[in-house]
């Protein structure tokens, strides 16, 4: 199916939920109200039309320095779609604020949620609400702070640590 | 004194006959794993009960370091992720940044990109085998293989003049174009890996030990294949035929016929197949590719006599420019395949990110800009506002790069879609029921690479 009419059929699904809709490059993207992104991402998935059966990538965007973006939340987490049998993509993103940095987990539509979002949770320090485990996925559990945001200064060393027990 | 059991004589008088589950710890450093990961088994007697991985041992901050330099200061560090294809890491990055800036590649460029990843390809799928063979003890398909991937990268020395770190991609085409005589090299080359590839054929597809090992081992029905987002071979080898470049062509590979061989196992076994039979079909390509290449031999509409760069340079110096540009300069052979003739055949004809020819930079004030307005600090590539992802398929499966721009010279985030993490992530699911003994070969049948997973 066409992108554009992918985003149509979310604004049908979701209607207000669906806050903001752009394509850019041949790639649609649709940004998704937090309430609304779980139902969002199970829609896109059993849908008979859509059926986006993989999960292809899920990772989050700090804006905290982008230039214009001052009054819009802090952290965008992005899932990129693909559907096997319609073989098309799409792209659903989903502010956050910094204070209260939770999504809720895709864990129960993709196994695959569960590594990547563990990986967000590491670099971003963005929570997945009712995710089986989340520990983090690259870096050590001593880790202090999360590297991949903007205010994570690259210059920063942390000490090693020896081994556990 | 009464009889022992052998529990006993190891936990000590009264620990009984009982049974439990024992936890053993493969790696992060361990010999048979060519790869730093950790995988922590609970074993009762010889069967995995339950797996759990842990990565990130070779994690060196990829996309942190990308926001912090230019646009083409990321392209080294992506050799650094798959490094055993690292042609297709950087083709896959320049590609993502290309579609931010809305370039075309010419056309002869988007052959090359071809023909260097199906070269890296196959160099990835040998090792691969090679490396899972060994496991099981087939230490003479290793070293055949390995022998066979000596040939290719001597393809890829030649072209780009690094075995690993070949930084070969640009943004908007390719570093120079290929050496002269290069197909009939890559012809040779193939002839040898043919030969390889048959005598591993003969050793090891209808080998009994082989097949004991490999058949039925490490199964992930296709359902759970897919909803753990794998591709490449692991997903073909599940039965379900996607690859990025038959599903969503990208450069050239709408013009090149190929097919994507699939098998129904699901096992080590049918990856294997899978992996053999894809680079029979990586060869057919560039063999297709070179067939149909667009703009010929190197080096043929040259006129007049080339000279020294410092004399060409001293020439501008004193005004005498008349004719200047039109004369070709003797590059030393680091720059082989960078004259201008050839530049302009393999890099878009776009001057907000390629760099000018050197005959242009050190002839013309204009060309010399050109260069500087690229080099300079806050200067350099800058594509508009925006986003793009652009997927590749890797050896490992489908290779995504999601660039981020916010108009300046540096990209605002880069995020890499490792092939490898989503098989590393369903791994347990694959250990679990089987033998302690098919640990090993059923991680290197997943073909795990250490610098792309934690990147």
């Known amino acids: 199916m066409d992108g554009s009419r992918i985003i149509e059929r979310l604004r049908e699904r979701f209607a207000t939920a669906i806050v903001e809709t752009g394509s850019q490059w041949r790639d649609h993207t ?4 937090r309430a609304a992104v779980r139902e969002a991402l199970e829609f896109c998935k059993t849908n008979p039309e859509l059926s986006f059966d993989m999960l292809t ?62 990986e967000v949770w590491d670099m971003f320090g963005i929570r997945f609400d009712g995710h089986p485990n989340l520990r983090r996925l690259l870096m050590y559990e001593e880790f202090e702070g999360h590297p991949l945001r903007k205010d994570y200064p690259i210059n920063r060393r942390q000490p090693l640590i020896g081994p556990r027990n | 004194m009464a009889q022992r059991t052998t529990r006993e004589m190891y936990l000590g008088e009264g620990s009984g006959t009982g049974s439990r589950h024992l936890q053993v710890n493969f790696g992060p450093q361990h010999p048979a794993m060519h790869g730093i990961i950790r995988i922590l088994a609970e074993l009762d007697g010889e069967t995995v009960v339950r797996g759990d991985v842990e990565i990130g041992y070779l994690h060196r901050a990829f996309e942190k370091e990308c926001e912090v330099g230019p646009y083409a200061t990321a392209i080294p560090f992506t050799d650094r992720l798959n490094y055993v ?217 040259f006129e007049g006599r080339p000279i020294d760069p410092g004399a060409y340079v001293d020439r501008g110096k004193q005004g005498k420019t008349d004719g200047l540009l039109l004369i070709p300069i003797t590059l030393s052979p680091n720059l082989q395949g960078q004259n201008r003739a050839a530049l302009e ?3 878009a004809a776009d001057k907000r990110v390629v760099l000018p020819p050197k005959e242009t930079t050190y002839g013309s004030i204009e060309g010399l800009m050109n260069h500087f307005m690229l080099l300079m600090d806050g200067y350099g590539i800058r594509p508009p506002v925006g986003e793009a992802y652009f997927p590749v398929e890797g050896a490992n499966g489908e290779l995504g790069f999601y660039v981020v721009s916010d108009g300046s010279d540096r990209p605002y985030r880069v995020r890499c879609r490792p092939p490898c993490l989503p098989p590393l992530a369903a791994l347990h699911r694959m250990l679990e029921g089987g033998m302690v003994a098919d640990v090993v070969p059923t991680f290197g049948s997943v073909n795990m690479i250490g610098g792309e997973l934690d990147r």
């Open chain 1, 30 to 33: 649709a940004v998704v109200d």
């Open chain 1, 57 to 118: 990538d899920l990772t989050a965007v700090d804006y905290l320095k982008f230039p214009g973006r001052e009054d819009r939340p802090r952290f965008e987490v992005v899932y990129h779609l693909y559907s096997l049998p319609h073989n098309h993509r799409v792209r659903l993103k989903v502010g956050v604020e910094e204070d209260d940095a939770v999504v809720p987990t895709a864990v129960g539509l993709w196994p695959i949620a569960n590594w990547f979002e563990r």
């Open chain 2, 85 to 301: 294809s690292p042609l297709i890491n950087n083709f896959g990055y320049a590609s993502a940044v290309e579609k931010l800036l809305g370039i075309d590649l010419t056309e002869r460029c988007e052959y090359i990109r071809v023909i260097m990843s199906e070269i890296s390809r196959i160099c990835d799928h040998l090792t691969c085998i090679g490396a899972s063979a060994m496991e099981l003890g087939a230490v003479t398909v290793f070293l055949y293989m390995i022998k066979a991937r000596e040939f290719l990268w001597e393809l890829v020395e030649d072209v780009t003049g690094a075995r690993l770190t070949i930084s070969y991609g640009r943004v908007g085409g390719v570093k120079a174009d290929l050496p002269e005589g290069f197909a009939a090299k890559v012809q040779k080359a193939f002839k040898e890996t043919r030969e390889v590839l048959d005598e591993v054929h003969r050793l090891l597809t209808g080998n009994r030990i082989f097949i004991d090992r490999m058949v039925g081992v490490g199964v992930l029905s296709a359902e759970e294949t897919v909803a753990y987002s794998i591709t490449g071979p692991l997903l073909r080898a599940a039965g379900v035929g996607y690859d990025v470049r038959r599903a969503q062509p990208y450069w050239a590979y709408d013009r090149v016929e190929f097919e994507v061989p699939t098998q129904k196992g699901a096992d080590n076994y049918a990856r294997y197949l899978v992996r053999m039979a894809e680079m029979e079909q990586s060869m057919r390509i560039v063999e297709r590719a070179f067939a149909d290449i667009p703009g010929g031999p190197i080096n043929v509409d």
């Open chain 2, 345 to 347: 055949r393999v890099n």
